[in-house]
């Protein structure tokens, strides 16, 4: 689902920037990625996200991916020409992801999965573009802060076959990730770092 008018004033101002910049270096912290990866970036937006990937872990090369053509227009121009060079930008859906079975050291998804109505399609598409022993870096918000009586009626989300922190949790477990680290409010926030389960090449 695309995001309206205000979703995007909020996920495009240099506040989220600086939300994300910590996000990142929490993450970075569990170590499980090392340079020289390929990564995916599900629902880059503007481009934010990407640049502080490179950044903060070297990866080889950024596929960053949003359902807007618009933001990957803003994209292009937000990433220096040197940025640009390792990242690849295109328009795309999260529940039909254009990359091989396990073509990705890593996955990040930046407050995206509560957009997507079929989401644990999303999260199974995910599953599948990653190695085993990729790592899932995942931002997700719960219901309490996207359904409330105030932001309901400004902000633009899928009513139905919402999760909670038990259903996401649920979810992933299902879909064969381990968790390895994470930060929760459980009724409204997750910042996680999660592994793909199988066996790992020598």
Known sequence: MKLNWAERLVVNNPLRVIEQRFQIGRLRKAGVLEPGARVLEIGCGRGAGADLILDAFQPEMVFAMDLDERMIRKARTYLSPA???????????????PHRNGSMDAVFGFGVLHHIPDWQRGLAEVARVLRPGGVYFLEEIYPFLYQNPV???ILLHPARNRFRSADLHQALEEAGFSLIDSLEVKFAWVLAVLMKRGPVEA
């Open 151 to 153: 932001t309901k009626h």
């Open 83 to 97: 940025r640009r060079s390792r990242v690849a930008m295109y328009a795309g859906d999260a529940v039909d992801l």
